[in-house]
């Protein structure tokens, strides 16, 4: 295990500063928004580790509920910290990147909108988290991620409609934008490392939340022996 | 006891200790009241301004005068440890979860009836669009509202700092309840839109969500 996480962040290091390299220096430059879109690089792969982070959180939150293992808690706590780091990087580039294109830092644009609300309702599952007492936080913390979940379509939906006499994102990357090949290539290349970067930091922090849950139940066992003797 | 005989005591245990005290009531009356004179002084709107943000601000009063009244709901519970008794009778959770939302439920729908002649008052309302809508919208909403506010509290009661928690967890999973009630509640005032779709969006808000409290509430009661 040990040597795997050796191997894996040394890879991942390089496989970031060779992505950086095309993003910043061999992407073309785009015509009308000139060296600023190379942020898309960040910022779309950013969205889908925290997409995916999420998605994580939910089905190691529901298996959590099911079979009450600790290992998936642990997944679960992981997931939900890495996502939001993800999360806070998306809003952070967005607002770079639409303030010289857009010419306004933020809009209430559905997908914007959808994207705070999914990252203060994963806030607040990790403020439950720091605040619950005891052995009673993997199962309220799983409840609650439940909910933030089935939350995300209705908002999206509910925003979509509030919002629909605004321009939808000029994002690149979707089907009728037209990605240059050149373009797609590095992004496809971006994808990827981040996806690896958001994996390995996952896999780091359930490393270290199972060491935290083994840390406090050798403290349990400790104290219940004081007790007995 | 069946199901509904135990959240029918479990009920009218509720509505009668509140009847003696008024605690909740009393509290959340006092509360809106607060709220909708400081909006009036902050924004001192127009007739015509009040009806467009009038929406927003009679949820906002009740959704903050909800919290106040949530936050009791369980804690009254942990008295004599109640809440434990409760764990270890057979009774069914989700009659004592069901008992304390109808509770609460009816708390802020008696808290709406005694503020809406308020509101027409201090903002001079009159509604363009038919009144039974903002009916239909005002019991609905309050439902989203109550349905996961009462779970939450639930949540909340078992963490460190109690009545901080429960608006921190409540307010980002109502979002889009809110947004709908404040439409909903726009368009008909204002009658320049149909609120049909905001009043099916908190229709499906509410079967989501009761569906999810129903399903989760005996793990989260039986939390250790």
């Given at each position: 295990?040990?040597?795997?996480t050796?191997?894996s962040?040394p890879?991942t ?16 430059t785009?015509q009308?928004?000139g060296?600023v879109?190379?942020?898309f ?6 969205g889908w580790?925290?997409?995916l ?10 298996l959590?509920l ?8 642990a ?7 890495v996502?939001v ?13 639409a303030?010289?294109?857009w ?5 209430w644009?559905?997908r ?12 607040s ?14 199962v ?11 939350d995300v ?8 409609w ?6 939808s994102?000029v ?30 930091f996952?896999?780091?922090?359930y490393?270290?939340?199972m060491q935290?849950?083994?840390l406090?139940s050798?403290?349990?066992q400790?104290a219940l022996k004081?007790v007995?003797? | 006891?069946?199901t ?8 009218v ?11 909740a009531i009393?509290?959340?009356l006092?509360f ?6 400081i ?10 301004e ?7 601000l009679?949820?906002v009063a009740?959704?903050f005068a909800?919290?106040?009244?949530l936050?009791?709901t369980w804690?009254r519970e942990l ?19 069901l008992?304390k939302?109808?509770g609460?439920?009816l ?9 809406a002649?308020l509101?027409?008052?201090f903002?001079?309302?009159r509604?363009?669009?038919p009144v ?9 909403g309050?439902w989203?509202?109550v ?7 639930g ?5 460190r700092n109690?009545e ?11 979002i889009p309840?809110?947004l709908a009630?404040v439409?909903?509640?726009?368009s008909v005032l204002?009658?320049e839109a149909?609120?049909?779709f905001w ?8 079967i ?15 939390a250790?």
């Amino acid at each position: 295990m040990k040597k795997l996480t050796l191997i894996s962040v040394p890879i991942t290091v390089a496989l970031l500063a060779y992505t950086s390299y095309l993003a910043l220096i061999v992407a073309p430059t785009e015509q009308t928004m000139g060296d600023v879109q190379r942020i898309f690089y960040y910022h779309v792969p950013s969205g889908w580790v925290a997409g995916l982070c999420f998605f994580i959180n939910f089905v190691a939150s529901a298996l959590y509920l099911w079979k009450r293992s600790p290992a998936s808690d642990a997944l679960a706590a992981a997931s939900a910290e890495v996502g939001v780091v993800f999360c806070a990087v998306l809003l952070i580039t967005g607002p770079l990147w639409a303030r010289p294109v857009w010419g306004i830092w933020w809009t209430w644009d559905a997908r914007l909108t959808t994207t705070l609300v999914l990252w203060l309702i994963y806030v607040s599952y990790l403020v439950l988290r720091r605040f619950a007492a005891g052995g009673q936080t993997q199962v309220l913390a799983a409840a609650f991620a439940i909910f933030g979940f089935a939350d995300v379509p209705i908002v999206y939906m509910s925003i979509r409609w509030f919002r629909t006499q605004h321009p939808s994102p000029v994002m690149g990357g979707g089907e009728n934008s037209g990605l240059a090949p050149a373009m797609l290539h590095v992004f496809l290349i971006n994808l990827v490392a981040f996806t690896v970067l958001g994996i390995l930091f996952v896999w780091l922090r359930y490393q270290l939340q199972m060491q935290e849950q083994a840390l406090e139940s050798a403290h349990a066992q400790l104290a219940l022996k004081g007790v007995s003797r | 006891m069946s199901t509904l005989g135990v959240t029918g005591a479990s009920l009218v245990k509720d509505l009668r200790m509140e009847w003696r005290s008024k605690d909740a009531i009393n509290s959340m009356l006092f509360f809106s009241l607060l709220v909708v004179v400081i909006f009036s002084f902050a924004f001192n709107p127009t007739a015509e301004e009040s009806r467009r943000i009038a929406g927003g601000l009679i949820w906002v009063a009740f959704l903050f005068a909800a919290v106040v009244a949530l936050n009791q709901t369980w804690a009254r519970e942990l008295r004599n440890q109640v809440l434990d008794a409760y764990r270890v009778s057979p009774a069914p959770p989700n009659a004592l979860f069901l008992a304390k939302t109808v509770g609460n439920f009816l708390f802020v729908v008696v808290l709406e009836i005694l503020m809406a002649p308020l509101f027409v008052v201090f903002y001079e309302l009159r509604s363009v669009g038919p009144v039974w809508q903002l009916l239909v919208v005002a019991l609905l909403g309050t439902w989203a509202l109550v349905v996961n506010g009462t779970f939450f509290a639930g949540l909340s009661i078992r963490t460190r700092n109690r009545e901080i928690m429960l608006p921190l967890l409540l307010f980002p999973i109502t979002i889009p309840a809110l947004l709908a009630m404040v439409d909903a509640t726009t368009s008909v005032l204002t009658g320049e839109a149909s609120p049909d779709f905001w009043i099916k969006l908190l229709a499906v808000y509410d079967i989501v969500f009761t569906a999810l409290c129903l399903l989760l509430f005996e793990s989260v009661l039986n939390a250790e």
